[in-house]
């Protein structure tokens, strides 16, 4: 069992930044494999960024390469997600997610722990 809470988000303008902190706790945070995701009003849920054990490897979805960055603090049970030049487009709840496996998981179903979310907007 791994628990997950977010925190983080808010009302910004556009162009601005917001980091996204996911606290884990429950098991070896080390081994886990940790996603970030996105869901807009409407829309489905769709990933953001992963970060992978044991070396760290990223992925992320095209619209926010360049401007976002995932990563983690194993000491602090922590994952972040670093947003820059955040656009409307970027309007959602934001949610963390986990799996134990060594691989770098990038769809809804592959991860089996989520948090309750953290809404960002932003504005034109």
């Known amino acids: 069992q791994v628990q997950l809470v977010e925190s983080g988000g808010g009302l910004v303008q556009a162009g601005d930044s917001l980091r996204l902190s996911c606290v884990a706790s429950g098991r070896t945070f080390s081994r886990l494999c940790m996603g970030w995701f996105r869901q807009a009003p409407g829309k489905e849920r769709e990933f953001v960024a992963a970060?992978?054990?044991?070396?760290?490897?990223?992925s992320y979805t095209t619209s926010v390469k360049g401007r976002f960055t995932i990563s983690r603090d194993n000491a602090k049970n922590t994952v972040y997600l670093q947003m820059n030049s955040l656009k409307p487009a970027d309007t959602a709840v934001y949610y963390c997610a986990s799996v134990a496996t060594p691989g770098l998981a990038t769809r809804t179903d592959e991860y089996r722990y989520w948090g309750p979310g953290t809404q960002v907007t932003v504005s034109a």
């Open positions: 970060i992978r054990w044991p070396d760290d490897s990223t």
